[in-house]
């Protein structure tokens, strides 16, 4: 079981706590002998006070008395809170807030900047897997020699300089080429081969 707090135990006993508060604190304290001797405690503090204190000057009444100092709390609290809405309303004017038409310009131009940026990315990306694609790879064979060619580089195989024609010529459409030279004197045969990875 939760007590109530102690400030709370003297508040109720005062019978200083808002509505809400008090009928809660009420509840438990009805149940529980431990709170009723703190309430009770905290009930006889304005009689003892009263008795330290010797008689009250003529004219003077505790119970008036209390009952404007409660009433002068209550009105400083009162004036806190005003001070402090009027603080608020304050920084509402040093700091504007802007409109709803305002946040949605400002999103829609964010958004169309954003738009703007990744449509120019997607050209450039596309400009650069022009840039880098292949040229297609040629295989050229002739009575010259057989070779490989992308458009800028290119690899030939030529015939031996005793002979300059190629006696059998191949293509095969699995990417090779191949040319074959016999040498009429010594009957050596050159054979040259490309092929595609």
């Keep these: 079981m939760k007590h109530p707090s102690i400030q709370e135990l003297a508040l109720f006993a005062g019978r200083d706590l808002p509505l809400w508060t008090r009928w809660r604190t009420a509840r438990h304290v009805s149940g529980c002998e431990q709170c009723q001797r703190e309430v009770r405690a905290f009930s006889e503090v304005p009689r003892a006070a009263m008795a330290e204190s010797g008689a009250m000057p003529p004219g003077v009444d505790w119970n008036v008395l209390a009952a404007e100092m409660r009433a002068n709390i209550h ?57 880098r694609a292949p040229e297609p790879v040629v295989i050229e064979a002739s009575a010259g020699g057989v070779g490989l060619s992308d458009g800028r580089k290119t690899l030939k195989l030529t015939a031996p300089s005793e002979t300059r024609r190629a006696d059998l010529v191949s293509v095969s459409t699995g990417g090779s080429a191949g040319a074959r030279y016999i040498d009429e004197e010594t009957g050596q045969v050159t054979v040259n081969n490309v092929y595609l990875d």
């Design 75 to 131: 009105l400083g609290l009162e004036a806190s809170e005003a001070i402090r809405a009027y603080d608020s309303k304050q920084d509402e004017h040093r700091y504007p807030s802007l409109s709803w038409k305002a946040a949605a310009v400002g999103t829609a131009f964010a958004g169309l900047l954003m738009f703007g940026y990744w449509m120019g990315a997607m050209k450039k990306q596309e400009a650069i897997a022009v840039m």
